[in-house]
Structure formats: structure tokens, C-alpha cells
């Protein structure tokens, strides 16, 4: 079983971009950098990363790239630096797209070079869609795995994911209710180590947003590291039942072995 035993409350490093903001206006945003430790990883990780909702652009770049390709970059500079190992597992929690002039929040295209990005800096890349991206399967990087409703055992990790959110399943990445909770509880019933969603639950004892139906899932069964976005919490680690859910929104982990 994976557990995170420690994170740190202070970021070791920080990233500076611009986002699609309310009513045309374009924000500075802040992505912060922290060091987690976690026990039950295999012995032969070095680090797994893991981060979600980098839905922004980067400032003062020609190309006006998406911001996950600046964060691929950012890592490999770090790592040369050495302030982190070398990345064996990179995990994408979704929604990794704005419009090149960040003129509208909300928009929805195309991430595959990003995930081609993080292919390119780590051995390996798992990880699940956001309500917001398109991607090219037949593009993407050979070492790129995408979950859905399924699992896969890559580097000793047994490691599930459910794409999008719940919602109109006739809009770009979204299920039914029932599907969405069919999805989970199937994926549960494998037994992951680590649980990759886009979506997490609710949690009412912080006041923080989410989805009540996967709260009261995680509450009965699994046990499971899971690890999500969509909505930001102040309070980015808590357990629900036998599970330790991580809330990555804007936010990024190195996670180190404890």
C-alpha cells in the first residue's frame, strides 16, 4: 500500500504563467512545487510526479506555449540542478488547455504535446483527461498510458483512472452519473495502489468542493492513494474511509520515497 507520510508546507520552487481569467482578463498565476514522501513505493523509484489543472500559458514566449510544456522543461532543470531525482513515473490528473491568448475561461482543445512533453523528461506517463482537452491518440508518445475506466501495472504500481467529469456525456469528456460511479466502483474492485482521477469527491468536514456521490464511495470501499483536480482545496490531503486522496490542482508533487 502507497501512503504519503509527509508533505511539505512550503514550495521548493515556483513557476510563474498567465491563465484565461474572468471577463477577458488575463491572470498571473503561481504554480507552486512541493516535496512529498510516501512509504510502500518499490524500492527502485526515485520519484513520481504528479500535477493537474495547469490551464495557462507561458508568459513572454514567442510561441505562447501551454504552460505543461514549460513545467516539462522547469523539471529537467531541476533535476540538473539537483533538487530532484530522476522522474520514473509522471502522473496527469487532467486539464491542460487554454487559448493561446488566454482570452476566455474555459477553453477546451488540444493537450497531446504536452503529455508529449512529460513523455520526454520521464520514463513513464500515466494519466486520465480533463473535462477540457482533446487529444490525438495516434500522436502520442510511446511511453504515454491513458486510463479509462481501467487499470495497468507499470514499474510495480498498479495504477486506475477514470477520464472527465460528471455531466452531459454528449459534452467533451463528461459521463452520466451512473456510468461515472460504474466506472469507479470497477476500477476500485481492482485494487489499485494509486487512483488517478479528474474529478474527486466532496469534503464537507473542510468545506471543500467536489462530488458528493464519490465521497460516499470512497467512504465504503477502496484503499486507495488517489490523486485528482478540477476543483482547487486549501486542504489538498485528507483520508475518506481506507483511501488518501491528494488534491493536485494547480499544484505539483515530486513524490520522494519516505
Keep these: 500500500m502507497i501512503r504519503i507520510i509527509k508533505t511539505e508546507e512550503k514550495p ?46 507561458e508568459i513572454h514566449h514567442r510561441s505562447a506555449r501551454l504552460v505543461g510544456e514549460a513545467v516539462a522543461e522547469e523539471l529537467v532543470l531541476l533535476q540538473e540542478q539537483k533538487e530532484i531525482p530522476t522522474i520514473d513515473t509522471l502522473l496527469m490528473a487532467g486539464d491542460f488547455y487554454d487559448y493561446p491568448d488566454c482570452r476566455k ?14 513523455a520526454s523528461i520521464s520514463q513513464h506517463v500515466i494519466g486520465v483527461h480533463g473535462n477540457h482537452d482533446i487529444v490525438d491518440a495516434s500522436q502520442l508518445a510511446p511511453n504515454v498510458t491513458v486510463l ?11 495504477t486506475g483512472g477514470i477520464c472527465g467529469i460528471i455531466g452531459r456525456p454528449d459534452k467533451n469528456q463528461r459521463k452520466t452519473d451512473i456510468d461515472f460511479q460504474s466506472s469507479l466502483n470497477k ?36 484503499q486507495s492513494l488517489v490523486i485528482f483536480g478540477h ?28
Excluded at 105 to 118: E, H
Design 148 to 158: 479509462d475506466g481501467n487499470t495497468k501495472s507499470i514499474r510495480g504500481i498498479q
Design 187 to 222: 476500477v476500485i474492485a481492482k485494487k489499485p495502489d494509486i487512483l488517478l482521477l479528474h474529478q474527486g469527491p466532496d469534503d464537507p468536514q473542510n468545506q471543500q468542493v467536489g462530488d458528493s456521490m464519490i465521497r460516499e464511495i470512497f467512504e465504503m470501499k477502496g
Design 105 to 118: 475561461l474555459g477553453g477546451t482543445g488540444d493537450v497531446t504535446q504536452v503529455w508529449n512533453a512529460f
Design 12 to 57: 521548493f520552487h515556483i513557476l510563474r504563467y498567465q491563465s484565461s481569467g474572468p471577463k477577458g482578463n488575463i491572470r498571473k498565476v503561481l504554480l507552486p512545487f512541493f516535496r512529498a514522501y510516501a512509504e510502500g513505493l518499490p524500492k527502485d523509484i526515485s520519484s513520481i510526479v504528479a500535477t493537474s489543472d495547469l490551464q495557462g500559458r
Design 231 to 258: 476543483c482547487h482545496w486549501r486542504t489538498p490531503r485528507i483520508d475518506i474511509g481506507k483511501n488518501q486522496l491528494l488534491n493536485v490542482d494547480n499544484r505539483l508533487y515530486v513524490i520522494l520515497p519516505g
